[in-house]
């Protein structure tokens, strides 16, 4: 006999979820009085809705801010691709320059640089002074060199250049860089709010009660009830219906 088999998946994709969310509220809404989904279960499917929505675009929103503040930030820097430790008023031709420099004053006592920050390496017959291309490694090697140049005063061996052009750089991407921690951390508050109103977070099933996902499911399977035997109809609602017929002995199978 000819057996009938159909799937009607629902995504754990945030964005595909609430895409497939998003066009069962609107067949719902489009059917006004005639829906034939319970309204109670239907008004808290839109409060989880929109609060999973409203975080998910929060989400987007902070990741572009983060990718802008570290871009700002890099330029600041001299690290953007298009950079070179040539380009004057960035962080690491400051650095760099000072380096060059310090080796010029400490020929043969190379070591001394460590006391500025700088980490020395001494391979057989040369000198290796690394300047660092992480951003953390950077700011912090021109904290050093700022600070140890503060220190010795009058006495600094750095005047002739313009180390409070390098403290404000410095500073400005300090800033951003922190901006940005910060707009990571609050993307992921949005990121846990969102998932756990849609029931994807970490601990949760689709049998958790009350969420984007387990009404959806909910959904489906009176849908399935009310449309047996019509199941392509359930694509009005947003969802994706794969069907296969094939003969065998066995009864009708689903995979829900």
């Excluded at 799937?7 to 509220?25: E, G, K, Q, R, Y």
């Excluded at 839109?46 to 890099?74: G, S």
């Amino acid at each position: 006999m000819k057996t009938r088999t159909f799937s009607v998946i629902v995504p754990d994709n945030p964005d595909l979820l609430l895409a497939l969310a998003t066009n069962v509220w609107k067949k719902h809404q489009q059917d006004g009085a005639n829906s034939i989904l319970p309204p109670a279960l239907m008004a808290l499917f839109q409060i989880k809705l929109d609060i999973a929505r409203a975080e998910n675009t929060r989400c987007k929103d902070l990741d572009r801010l983060k990718e802008k503040l570290i871009e700002e930030r890099n330029l600041l820097l001299g690290l953007h691709r298009n950079q070179s430790a040539y380009l004057e008023g960035t962080v690491r031709y400051f650095v760099t320059a000072v380096r060059d420099i310090l080796l010029g004053h400490y020929r043969g006592s190379e070591r001394m640089l460590g006391n500025w920050g700088y980490e020395v390496s001494t391979p057989k017959k040369g000198v290796r002074i690394l300047i660092p291309t992480g951003p953390h490694l950077l700011i912090q090697l021109a904290k050093n060199i700022l600070q140890k140049h503060d220190q010795d005063g009058a006495n600094s061996l750095l005047h002739h250049l313009d180390m409070e052009m390098l403290r404000t750089k410095l500073e400005d991407a300090e800033k951003r860089q922190e901006d940005a921690a910060k707009a990571i951390r609050d993307k992921e508050n949005a990121t846990q709010t969102r998932n756990l109103a849609l029931g994807i977070e970490r601990g949760q099933t689709s049998k958790t009660p009350n969420t984007v996902k387990y009404i959806v499911k909910s959904v489906r399977d009176l849908l399935l009830g009310y449309c047996r035997g019509r199941e392509q109809e359930l694509g009005d609602w947003g969802f994706e219906v794969n069907t296969r017929t094939w003969s065998r002995d066995a009864g009708e199978g689903k995979n829900l």
